[in-house]
């Protein structure tokens, strides 16, 4: 008679893999200390050379980047990152200004987070991050006849939230992970009306925030979806109200 075969449990997965990049290393520290404690693999880097070398190395799912950096700075970093790929950056700004938040945002930071900060806020921030790109949007599917209920299409935008894939008549569209959640909860939801406060709730999951944000995915959104951004015909501004996608 054979012995039993024992149980062999399935090999767990790896902890999400977290770049810090920050060139002051009491910040680096304890964020990295805080990071690793909330369950996350943590590799650092100090300047923008180094971060790129690191991530190219050991592909990152999660980048949280310091705007201002010696050489190359945050900015050029994240440009840098972008044309690799969509891996999420949450960017850190020593100042509170509008213009440092919405460069940010504009070369693809998925979010933001200004100093002094709370370390428990940002590993919050980088879990929901990493919740929205890895697990894709929470809006229900809009199902077409016979389709998956993992795929949407609308105003000629297909998109699968569990590919985490989206194209048009042009293409493959290139998203970040905020972009690509706006856009299918615009999807879910054709002809209705969003302010900046829900879509920050629904979007984000956020119950407050800078609105700016919104505002700033908004047009990001559009020059990679609108065949003239500066006249839109998918994603419609209600004034005094806020957002339509319209389906044509």
Not at 133 to 142: Q, R
Not at 147 to 176: K, M, N, P, Y
Not at 218 to 237: M, S, V
């Amino acid at each position: 008679m054979r012995p039993p075969i024992p149980a062999t449990s399935p090999p767990a997965s790896p902890p999400p893999r977290v770049l810090v990049v920050d060139d002051d290393p009491t910040v680096a520290e304890v964020v990295t200390g805080y990071l690793r404690r909330a369950g996350f693999a943590v590799d650092r880097a100090g300047d923008g050379h180094t971060a790129l070398a690191r991530a190219a190395a050991c592909a990152p799912d999660l980048v949280v980047l310091d705007l201002m950096l010696p050489g190359l700075d945050g900015l050029a970093v994240c440009r840098a990152l972008r044309e690799r790929g969509p891996v999420p950056v949450v960017m850190l700004t020593a100042r509170g200004d509008e213009e440092d938040r919405v460069l940010g945002l504009e070369v693809g930071a998925d979010d933001y987070v200004t100093k002094p900060f709370s370390p428990r806020e940002l590993v919050l921030r980088v879990v929901s991050v990493l919740r929205r790109a890895g697990s894709g949007p929470t809006a229900p599917a809009v199902r077409g006849g016979g389709e998956s209920e993992h795929v949407l299409r609308a105003g000629g935008i297909t998109l699968d939230t569990r590919a985490h894939a989206a194209s048009d008549a042009r293409g493959e569209l290139r998203l970040t992970s905020r972009e690509f959640d706006l856009l299918a909860h615009f999807l879910s939801h054709p002809g209705r009306v969003f302010g900046r406060e829900q879509l920050m709730d629904s979007v984000w999951g956020w119950d407050f925030g800078d609105l700016s944000t919104v505002t700033v995915h908004i047009r990001r959104l559009r020059h990679k979806i609108e065949a003239d951004p500066a006249n839109p015909r998918l994603i419609t501004t209600v004034w005094g109200v806020g957002y339509r996608f319209d389906a044509g």
